[in-house]
């Protein structure tokens, strides 16, 4: 596209002159069809003002005629042709990041066009997602324009937030008071942190289902110092994950855990608690638990739990008396994925006892060889190599090992 020529630029700039010389009733030297050199010296800045003026107007008719032809331009386009409420279900696959930089994802989508961002701020699903990387503003936004929804996650990380602490006290308050709407939390915080996030864990989250608690203790704290919190009245929780936290685990609402990882202090001394635990959550799928502090011995083995669903147990860093009587209270018929680290090092290993000991049913069924097992198993290869033992099961060719 070729520009104007020099002639209809003139004849532009003459009469916006000519219009800022009638407006300030003033003259000017120049009608733009003299050269620079012909003007008065005296008479230069009056004109270098005329022209300044004619500049910044032509800059802001032109930036406004560009925005205009790009909006219809962009109307043209086929997602323009969607109907806004399709458009906003697209968007509602979008998950918004909470960035350090105090950004929201969101924030940056309003800024596309017109139509986005009707669509993004008439869809309230597009607004259930809040954390502690976002300013007190964006957070009252977003729980203004979630409407009644539930919020679908919450994050608070101690690594996230500002140097003013008023602040992050604010973001807690928000959270605190529109807990019930929370549907998942997740919690990182220490003990030295200034703000206390203990006010969130005792208020009342009725929906809640989903629930991370990991604290950065001292590890020269004292075990009695962790505080204990319990779980308000509600539905039952599907996942929890607890770290360097105790928790009153007399609740109802843990019968309905498919998820269960205890690191650290979160793990319970009690085998029989834990024990007590496990026999109510009959739904539970996955277990892990890790801590690297020692247990007193002995560890008396506790009734019999029986755990239907379980597919796949964790134990790292539990002591053997406690990891054996753990294994010899429990049955899981099921579960075909066990990883046991064992780090403690005694002279008689019960654990090594429990698991090869002869017709070991939980060893039988973990390898699948009892009678009924729907998937046949071909051959064992047992391979020891200094403190390790890999155990792999061949079912059908095609199927491989495990």
């Known amino acids: 596209m070729k520009p104007p020529n020099k002639d209809a630029v003139t004849k532009a700039l003459r009469i916006l002159l000519e219009n800022i010389q009638e407006e300030n009733k003033c003259t000017f030297a120049s009608s733009c069809t003299h050269p620079l050199e012909t003007i008065p010296f005296e008479d230069l800045a009056t004109n270098v003002e005329a022209l300044g003026l004619a500049k910044a107007y032509l800059v802001k008719e032109i930036e406004s005629l560009t925005a205009g032809v790009q909006h219809h331009r962009n109307l043209a386009a086929p997602v323009h042709r969607l109907p806004q409420e399709i458009f906003g279900l697209i968007l509602e696959s979008f998950v918004p990041s909470q960035s350090v930089d105090h950004g929201h994802g969101l924030l940056q989508l309003l800024q596309v066009c017109r139509l986005w961002y009707h669509a993004i701020v008439d869809s309230p699903r597009l607004w259930t997602w809040l954390g502690s990387a976002v300013p007190p503003k964006i957070a009252r936004l977003v729980i203004e324009r979630s409407k009644d929804l539930p919020i679908l996650s919450f994050l608070w990380n101690k690594a996230d937030g500002y140097d003013d602490e008023e ?236």
């Open 167 to 402: 602040e992050k006290q604010e973001i807690l308050e928000i959270a605190i008071q529109h807990s019930t709407r929370f549907r998942s939390m997740e919690l990182r915080g220490s003990s030295d942190d200034p703000v206390e996030i203990w006010p969130l864990l005792q208020a009342p989250t009725p929906v809640l289902e989903s629930l991370t608690v990991e604290m950065d203790e001292d590890p020269d704290e004292e075990e009695d110092e962790f505080v204990e919190f319990a779980l308000s009245e509600g539905a039952p929780l599907k996942y929890l994950v607890l770290r360097d936290v105790s928790l009153n685990f007399d609740s109802p609402r843990l019968s309905g855990l498919a998820t269960l990882r205890l690191y650290q202090y979160a793990v319970p001394t009690s085998l029989e608690s834990l024990l007590q635990v496990l026999s109510a959550t009959q739904w539970l799928e996955e277990l892990t638990l890790s801590r690297d502090a020692s247990v007193e011995e002995p560890v008396a083995r506790g009734p019999q739990v029986t755990l239907g669903r379980l597919k796949e147990l964790k134990l790292e860093d539990i002591t053997n008396h406690y990891c054996a009587a753990l294994l010899s209270s429990i049955y899981t018929p099921i579960c075909s994925r066990v990883h046991v680290s064992d780090v403690w090092k005694e002279d008689t290993n019960p654990l090594d006892l429990l698991i090869w000991q002869p017709r070991n049913a939980r060893t039988t069924a973990l390898l699948g060889l009892q009678q009924k097992s729907s998937a046949p198993v071909l051959r064992i290869s047992i391979l020891v190599s200094s403190s390790v033992i890999d155990v792999h099961v061949y079912g059908q060719e095609n199927n491989g090992s495990r």
